[in-house]
């Protein structure tokens, strides 16, 4: 992963060199604020975050030392549970605590479609001012049949209903899930076959994750092509990983142009798949409809593909769409399997307790006595669940963005039209109150955290003592994947894609800890930690290396 200095770094090297632009900032948030400061009476006045440079230096803290932010917005959440600030001008109310979590979850009045329009939609698919306008002007809402009072709006005018089918469809439902973790499983084996059986080699978790893993992810949901095309591909999706955040928020180009280099470097590698892919792939022919193939590989990429194309978006924008897939895909998947496989190679006695539940999980063929691994087994081992969500609830740090569209009220406190509502994962999955635990504080990992012991008759008549997965606090203050309407619609993609890495890695590997080093090899004097750099903007990588001899066993 390319970084560039520490975020304070970077937002001291930007705010000199463009002081006047940086005056300018200031000068315009003010206009902002007082143009679109909300006259609305509120019942409640919420504590806001303190601004020690008015409208400015809590959006760049924001933006560039998010952990930092909230840090301290964790402090004023501790008087109050909702709290406001203002983020490029816009007022925001953050807020916490399970019935909030829960309100904005369930309300109408609060919409994602809201935050495509603003960031999505401009800042990752690049769609031009008229494409975004497009959405704009749908109210016709997500759903197949349009809201009462928009049935007039004809059907190649709807918008936001294909995005949800092209996109929920294609992601969630099972039986389009299932081929593409099929040809994942089929992929990530082959793959692991490279190293010979009973041979130890010292491997790098970040260069096998980062590298054969995100390869094997990319290849199954996007085809070989785009590696193919695109041989530096996978250095260009992980820099333009690096610069996620300024892109999101929007930093503009001339401030800050090193992102949007990595941005235009990512995405003309995609146009250029795109356009072989529509150059040679026969949508008349019978692999219309096939499940995976070469070109564009699983259905989701070939639909999303031929939406954009069919109504007439920019090539551009499609591969921008594209881009933002990988992204969703890779940049959360890829950092949780890495803390899993570090959690797993520095405890000896969970990888044992972790292996032996994961034998469970294999089928052996009668007829050829092949041994593969039944994904719907090990998506529901116990241990293995508890470890995958104890990972998401420490190493996933989401923003989570909803836009008021109608005035509305929450906790108390009236939020007018036009305002921001954020929720934090990160401050609501450490949370002591709700997630602590005697002797396993919350910011502390723990395997069996979300683990109760049942007991449980053997065949044999003899009580045994069983695991069962149990989250250690309500389902409502757990949300790496969002929650409400847009909720993540690669969730039950992630969770089999990770799943199946680690069942077939502690099966067919004996795995041994080496050391702790930096990205540049050089040895570490501390373990990994979480790389706060990309704090709220999805999981959290480690900032060390693992070194590890591992040997395939078969
Ligand atoms: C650990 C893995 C993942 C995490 C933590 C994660 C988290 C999220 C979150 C928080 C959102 C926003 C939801 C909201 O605001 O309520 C989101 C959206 C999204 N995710 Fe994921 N995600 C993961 C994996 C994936 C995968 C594997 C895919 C695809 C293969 C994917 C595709 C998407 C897409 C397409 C959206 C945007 C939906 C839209 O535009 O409406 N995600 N994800």
């Given amino acids: 992963m390319e970084l560039n200095a520490g975020y304070l770094g970077t937002l001291f090297d930007v705010a000199r060199g463009y002081a006047p632009a940086f005056l300018l900032t200031t000068l315009l948030a003010l206009i902002v604020f007082a143009i679109t400061r909300p006259r609305a009476g509120a019942a409640l006045t919420p504590p806001s975050i303190r601004d020690p440079i008015p409208f400015v230096f809590n959006t760049f803290q924001f933006v560039f030392n998010n952990h930092k932010f909230m840090k301290r917005a964790t402090q004023v959440l501790e008087h109050a549970p909702i709290v406001k600030f203002w983020l490029a001008g816009k007022p925001v109310f953050l807020v916490a605590g399970l019935k909030n979590y829960q309100h904005i979850f369930a309300s109408r009045d609060l919409t994602y479609n809201g935050i495509m329009l603003q960031i999505g939609f401009p800042r990752l698919y690049r769609m031009s001012k008229t494409e975004v306008q497009r959405f704009a002007n749908d109210r016709s809402g997500h759903k197949e049949t349009p809201l009462p009072g928009t049935e007039h709006i004809p059907p190649e005018k709807r918008y936001w209903a294909p995005k949800y089918h092209v996109l929920y469809d294609f992601l969630s439902r099972p039986h389009h899930i299932k081929p593409i973790v099929d040809e994942f499983r089929s992929q990530f084996s082959q793959a692991v076959e490279k190293y010979p059986v009973g041979?130890?080699?010292?491997?790098?978790?970040?260069?096998?994750?980062?590298?054969?893993?995100?390869?094997?992810?990319?290849?199954?949901?996007?085809?070989?092509?785009?590696?193919?095309?695109?041989?530096?591909?996978?250095?260009?999706?992980?820099?333009?990983?690096?610069?996620?955040?300024?892109?999101?928020?929007?930093?503009?180009?001339?401030?800050?142009?090193a992102p949007y280099r990595a941005s235009n470097r990512f995405l003309d590698m995609i146009e250029k798949y795109l356009e072989a892919g529509l150059k040679n792939f026969d949508w008349e022919g019978p692999e219309g409809e096939a499940q995976w193939e070469p070109h564009f590989g699983t259905r989701i990429t070939r639909e999303l593909t031929k939406w954009l194309t069919d109504a007439g978006f920019r090539r551009k924008t499609v591969a921008g769409a594209l881009g933002t897939l990988v992204f969703a895909q890779n940049s959360n998947t890829i950092p949780v399997v890495t803390w899993i496989l570090m959690e797993l190679n520095k405890d000896a006695a969970l990888l044992k307790a972790v292996r032996e539940e994961v034998a469970e999980a294999f089928v052996t063929d009668s007829?050829?006595?092949?041994?593969?691994?039944?994904?719907?087994?090990?998506?529901?081992?116990?241990?293995?669940?508890?470890?995958?969500?104890?990972?998401?609830?420490?190493?996933?740090?989401?923003?989570?963005?909803?836009?008021?569209?109608?005035?509305?009220?929450?906790?108390?406190?009236?939020?007018?039209?036009?305002?921001?509502?954020?929720?934090?994962?990160?401050?609501?999955?450490?949370?002591?109150?709700?997630?602590?635990?005697?002797?396993?504080?919350?910011?502390?990992?723990?395997?069996?955290?979300?683990?109760?012991?049942?007991?449980?008759?053997?065949?044999?008549?003899?009580?045994?003592?069983?695991?069962?997965?149990?989250?250690?606090?309500?389902?409502?203050?757990?949300?790496?994947?969002?929650?409400?309407?847009?909720?993540?619609?690669?969730?039950?993609?992630?969770?089999?894609?990770?799943?199946?890495?680690?069942?077939?890695?502690?099966?067919?590997?004996?795995?041994?800890?080496?050391?702790?080093?930096?990205?540049?090899?050089?040895?570490?004097d501390r373990p990994a930690e979480s790389d706060q750099r990309f704090s709220g903007i999805g999981s959290l990588p480690p900032d060390r290396d693992m070194i590890v001899r591992w040997k395939r066993i078969w």
């Fill in 367 to 524: 007829a050829t006595g092949a041994r593969t691994l039944d994904v719907q087994k090990v998506v529901a081992l116990p241990l293995l669940q508890s470890v995958f969500t104890e990972t998401l609830r420490l190493r996933v740090s989401m923003v989570i963005m909803r836009v008021v569209e109608e005035p509305t009220s929450i906790g108390g406190v009236d939020i007018a039209k036009g305002s921001l509502i954020h929720a934090y994962s990160h401050i609501a999955h450490i949370h002591e109150e709700t997630w602590g635990l005697p002797g396993h504080p919350a910011d502390q990992f723990w395997a069996e955290r979300h683990i109760k012991y049942v007991e449980e008759r053997d065949q044999t008549g003899q009580l045994r003592r069983k695991r069962e997965f149990a989250m250690a606090a309500s389902p409502a203050c757990f949300f790496p994947f969002g929650g409400g309407v847009p909720i993540c619609p690669g969730r039950q993609f992630a969770k089999n894609e990770i799943f199946t890495m680690l069942g077939i890695l502690v099966d067919r590997f004996d795995m041994e800890f080496v050391r702790w080093t930096n990205f540049d090899g050089s040895p570490s």
């Fill in 199 to 257: 041979e130890w080699t010292t491997l790098s978790i970040d260069k096998l994750t980062r590298e054969d893993f995100t390869r094997c992810a990319i290849t199954t949901l996007f085809g070989p092509k785009i590696l193919e095309l695109n041989p530096d591909f996978l250095d260009a999706f992980w820099v333009f990983d690096s610069y996620a955040s300024v892109l999101v928020y929007g930093f503009p180009e001339w401030m800050y142009p």
